[in-house]
């Protein structure tokens, strides 16, 4: 792609926040100038719905976002989901069945009412979610499987991240997606085909753009797919080195604001 891309498609953590989760000044500023011109900019995030605001209250306007790694596209202009692709009840049942059979000590949290809220096992270690109108422990394996659920979420003690999703990806091999986007040992779920990539593909579908139009920048495993789609794939330098190894271009960290950089030369900013 040698053109100005026709959408700017970007992650969230570990891509464009810094380390303390803020949106620099120029990040802001940049982000800004380019949908001021018309170019959408779009969130692509392992996030839920309900985490956004944290990331809208430091930006100019909010941006549309699709979340939980494909599975929500969402429009904050209205307050509205225009797609959700969840894990089916009996779906999430065979997962949960194939993974205690597979995994000791392993247990769950679920993404359910399009990420607006979580239920999660007794035993599930919440990290940095405190939002206790919205998450919810509950009572029953059966209760927690009970309901559509954009994302499950696994995780079973300390464990090597990279070794861990693929024991899972083994385990739900042709069954549903597994994906990590951070280190601390957390696997991702998905329903079959859904990704970062599915997502975004069906978002530019609506706006008539293709794939080789559109500039996405990652930092994570679970944004492989969505690099792997875009014309052109932008990895920042803290990157996992699966995410470095397929970008076409690596731009400075999250930390000195490397998607600001590569855009602000890409759109002539300066």
């Known amino acids: 792609m040698e053109e100005t891309p026709r959408l ?42 309900r985490w956004l605001k944290l990331v809208y209250e430091q930006l100019a306007e909010p941006l549309p976002a699709i979340c939980a790694n494909g599975a929500v596209v969402y429009d904050p202009a209205g307050d509205e989901v225009l797609r959700a692709d969840p894990l089916a009840p009996e779906l999430l049942a065979e997962v949960a069945r194939r993974l205690r059979a597979e995994v000791p000590g392993v247990t769950f949290a679920v993404e359910v009412t399009d990420s607006r809220q979580m239920r999660h096992e007794a035993h599930y270690p919440l990290r940095w979610d405190a939002d206790h109108d919205a998450i919810r422990a509950v009572e029953s394996p059966e209760e927690l499987l009970a309901a559509p659920a954009v994302k499950l979420l696994a995780r079973a003690g300390e464990q090597d991240p990279d070794a861990f999703v693929e024991l899972v990806a083994t385990a739900l091999q042709g069954l549903a997606e597994a994906t990590q986007s951070s280190y601390s040992g957390l696997v991702e779920i998905s329903a079959a085909g859904v990704t970062k990539a599915a997502g975004l593909a069906w978002y530019c579908a609506q706006l008539g753009i293709d794939a080789e139009d559109v500039v996405a920048f990652g930092d994570m495993p679970n944004d492989v797919p969505m690099l792997t789609w875009a014309g052109r794939a932008v990895a920042v330098a803290n990157g996992h080195p699966a995410v470095l190894r397929i970008a076409h271009e690596v731009t400075a960290p999250n930390t000195e604001d490397g998607v600001a950089a590569y855009l602000e030369k890409l759109f002539d900013l300066g």
């Open 8 to 49: 700017v498609a970007t992650d969230i953590d570990g891509t464009l926040l810094r380390e303390d989760r803020t949106v620099s000044p120029r990040t802001r500023s940049v982000l800004a100038r380019i949908a001021a011109s018309g170019t959408p900019v779009v969130l692509v995030t392992g996030r839920p719905v």
